[in-house]
């Protein structure tokens, strides 16, 4: 497409191209395709205001009342589904109609009397590239999306860190609010990528202990230093909950001295503690002493969160799980808890935080830095129009996913750069 075309094109038509990249691709391909694509969604927003998203009328295919719906759960209109019917008489207009149905952003564009819907249909290579689609190039598109991601963001940040987590690297890749060029500049928001959510939760929380620990020894801390603290965390825990033992080490260097020599067996002790403690706090059935002998380092978060009055503690978290004991996994508990804090950051109702429960890696690095959660807010409203929750069609969240390599929601000038 030329310039010239490319900005003919309605917002949302652009947004229905970069959802399906092959589509795109040939239309451009061919100026015969690329007028008839463009005559056509003039002709829809002509007759069904289709450019005005916002703006519905009582013609088009989904009630206001179902776009209001904070999950965006649509619902066709009892006319429109009867249309749907009497148009599937012949088997382009079906496919068509099929995968229209599967895609509710496309849903909102191609409509039973729409002109682009009988484009698509009537054209068999635009039929065949738009149908086959969202089947055909998902896991294609998520592995250019890893490539890509780790070639820009970062040269120690290989393509298979980005694999699993497509989101976060269309995210990156399109610099939403800044977000990829912090991840270009942050070597400890990169390591999230690769760093198990429990095991950045018992980091984060060792953190603040030592922290804590270092501000009550200030005439002991050339001997009871952060290294010290990093090679035997677990005795600052028991500075933490032991004030008289702080007074003792601080009247006196061979006290500090002493305190250090004992450090390995004090470890032991306060290890042999943690669970009883733990459970002391945790007061909700499935989290009892069993279960923290079996995590002990979720149980070395919750005392020490306690100990440090953290105000997002890790305990209280746990007395609002409700989980059955064979499903209570370290993993997927941190996780759940660095999404609750990450929906806490992201100050936007319109956020859509199923990007944060099936990327891990997003939330800590929203709940953790204040600049990635202001670069989110700041963008929330488009990241929720083209960042869709399509969980339960696997084949489809992988296309949407990659679509376009990151085109999205982009501008205008960005998407005829990539196009």
């Known amino acids: 497409m030329s310039a010239t075309d490319t900005l003919a094109a309605s917002e949302w038509g652009l947004r229905f191209l970069g959802r399906h990249p092959s589509l795109s691709r040939k239309i451009g391909s061919s100026a015969d395709y690329t007028q008839s694509y463009l005559a056509a969604d003039a002709l829809d927003r002509d007759q069904a205001d289709i450019g005005k998203f ?79 689609d969202f089947q055909e190039t998902g896991y294609k598109q998520e592995a250019q999306l890893a490539e890509f991601a780790g070639l820009v963001i970062s040269a120690a940040t290989g393509d298979a860190e980005w694999l699993p987590q497509p989101d976060v690297a269309r995210l990156a890749l399109e610099n939403r609010g800044g977000f990829g060029d912090l991840l270009k500049d942050d070597d400890t928001l990169q390591s999230y990528l690769t760093t198990p959510a429990d095991e950045v939760l018992l980091d984060e ?37 032991r004030p008289d033992i702080v007074d003792w080490i601080e009247r006196d260097t061979d006290n500090a001295k002493q305190f250090k020599q004992d450090a390995g067996l004090l470890t032991e002790e306060i290890r042999g503690r ?33 100990l440090t009055g953290h105000e997002n503690d890790y305990g209280t ?18 996780a759940q808890y660095w999404t609750k804090q990450a929906s806490k950051q992201v100050n936007n109702d319109s956020f859509p935080n199923h990007l944060f429960e099936q990327n891990n890696s997003l939330a800590m690095m929203a709940a953790l830095n204040t600049d990635v959660s202001f670069a989110l807010s700041a963008e929330a409203e488009s990241i929720h129009i083209s960042y869709p929750n399509k969980s339960g069609l696997s084949q489809v969240t992988r296309a949407f ?9 982009r501008q205008y000038g960005d998407y005829l750069r990539v196009a």
């Open 274 to 306: 943690l669970s009883e403690e733990a459970d002391k706090i945790v007061e909700n059935d499935p989290f009892d002493e069993r279960f923290f002998d079996a995590n002990l380092n979720l149980a070395e978060v919750v005392w020490a969160d306690n």
């Open 205 to 241: 929380s060792r953190e603040r202990a030592k922290s804590a620990v270092l501000e009550l020894l200030p005439n002991s801390s050339d001997i009871l230093d952060e290294e010290f603290f990093d090679e035997f965390p677990l005795t600052a825990l028991r500075l933490l909950e």
């Open 401 to 409: 996913r990659g679509y376009g390599l990151g085109l999205g929601d």
């Open 317 to 334: 978290f746990l007395n609002g799980v409700e989980v059955l004991r064979e499903d209570a996994q370290a993993t997927d508990l941190a």
């Open 54 to 132: 916002r703006g519905i009328s009582t013609s088009f295919p989904f009630s206001r009342n179902s776009l209001e719906d904070a999950n965006q759960s649509l619902t066709l209109n009892p006319a429109f589904a009867r249309g749907l019917e009497l148009r599937t008489e012949d088997e382009a207009a079906r496919a068509v109609d099929e995968v229209s149905r599967l895609i509710a952003e496309d849903q909102w564009y191609i409509r039973p009397d729409g002109e682009v819907r009988d484009l698509l249909s009537s054209e068999k290579d635009l039929q065949r590239a738009y149908t086959n």
